[in-house]
């Protein structure tokens, strides 16, 4: 099994270290501060699918009570409890919510380059959400595997829709006696099937500088036909033929995994050419 990084939780009245100020005197310094200022573990919405990562909470807003997807450990269960349990009128508003007990949050991680993730548990000993071919939700592997594996898609409204490896959606429903519970058999997504879901800022911040560093990692190979042409296909001291016409053929290559193919097919043209 492979092992998931610790991270340790905040929660209200725990005293957090602020960040020293520091002075600036531009606008986009003065954004600069303020994302340095920002507490690391501030609960915040995702924007994107690839900023869900570390730990998660995740809400669905039922009616009459929103409520939490909760792991008990003693029990090793999956519960769905109400947020306004232990509330008085003067409830924040939903989006504003944060997590008060370990209970209530999951670990997200991904395989670099992945689009699904796992969600463990993060209290006990650290199990996996998984989903059977029946739509059956548990939380009882310690390892992970097809089952243990969810594909987030982030909805226009900013809500959060989970899709298992069987290609359906997790949802909240109703069974007997009015109790709610966790099902994995959902073909589409409705209300039932739409959660809010709010990860620590440093790791929203993580995901956009993996983001910056590939984005100038592709930059770098971009494709220079000139370059390209003087090194593989030159010919009488270095001459080089050059084809505007082609450059956008070599990129798409490039970004198809078929460039030294596209290449040599280019050569070949080129010699071809030559002796015409």
């Known amino acids: 099994m492979e092992k998931v990084r610790s991270t340790q939780l905040k929660f209200k009245g725990d005293k957090v270290k602020k960040k020293r100020k520091r002075e600036h005197h531009d606008e986009g310094s003065a954004n600069k501060r303020v994302?340095?200022?920002?507490?690391?573990?501030?609960?915040?919405?995702?924007?994107?699918?690839?900023?869900?990562?570390?730990?998660?909470?995740?809400?669905?807003?039922?009616?009459?009570?929103?409520?939490?997807?909760?792991?008990?450990?003693?029990?090793?269960?999956?519960?769905?409890?109400?947020?306004d349990k232990d509330s008085t009128s003067d409830s924040p508003p939903l989006l504003d919510r944060t997590p008060t007990e370990v209970a209530q949050v999951w670990v997200t991680t991904r395989v670099a380059g992945s689009a699904t993730i796992n969600l463990r548990t993060g209290t006990g000993e650290g199990?996996?959400?998984?989903?059977?071919?029946?739509?059956?939700?548990s939380a009882f592997r310690e390892a992970r595997g097809p089952e243990e594996e969810w594909t987030p898609?982030?909805?226009?409204?900013?809500?959060?829709?989970?899709?298992?490896v069987y290609e359906n959606y997790l949802s909240v429903d109703e069974v007997a006696g009015g109790s709610l519970q966790l099902r994995g058999d959902s073909?589409?997504?409705?209300?039932?099937?739409?959660?809010?879901?709010?990860?620590?800022?440093?790791?929203?911040?993580?995901?956009?500088?993996?983001?910056?560093?590939?984005?100038?990692g592709s930059e770098l190979t971009v494709v220079d036909e000139a370059s390209t042409n003087h090194m593989h296909q030159a010919w009488g001291a270095g001459r080089s033929v050059v084809s505007k016409e082609d450059k956008r053929e070599l990129?798409?290559?490039?970004?198809?995994?078929?460039?030294?193919?596209?290449?040599?097919d280019r050569r070949a043209k080129l010699k071809s050419d030559r002796f015409c």
């Open 127 to 137: 199990k996996f959400l998984s989903c059977d071919k029946h739509g059956i939700v």
């Open 35 to 83: 994302d340095e200022d920002e507490d690391p573990e501030t609960w915040v919405l995702p924007e994107n699918a690839t900023e869900i990562r570390g730990p998660t909470f995740i809400i669905h807003p039922s009616d009459p009570s929103p409520i939490s997807v909760n792991f008990d450990s003693t029990r090793n269960k999956i519960i769905l409890s109400s947020l």
């Open 187 to 216: 073909e589409e997504v409705g209300f039932r099937e739409r959660f809010w879901l709010k990860i620590q800022s440093k790791y929203k911040k993580e995901a956009h500088e993996e983001k910056k560093k590939r984005e100038a």
């Open 251 to 264: 990129k798409r290559a490039r970004k198809e995994g078929r460039l030294a193919e596209a290449l040599l």
């Open 153 to 164: 898609v982030l909805l226009p409204d900013g809500m959060v829709a989970f899709m298992n």
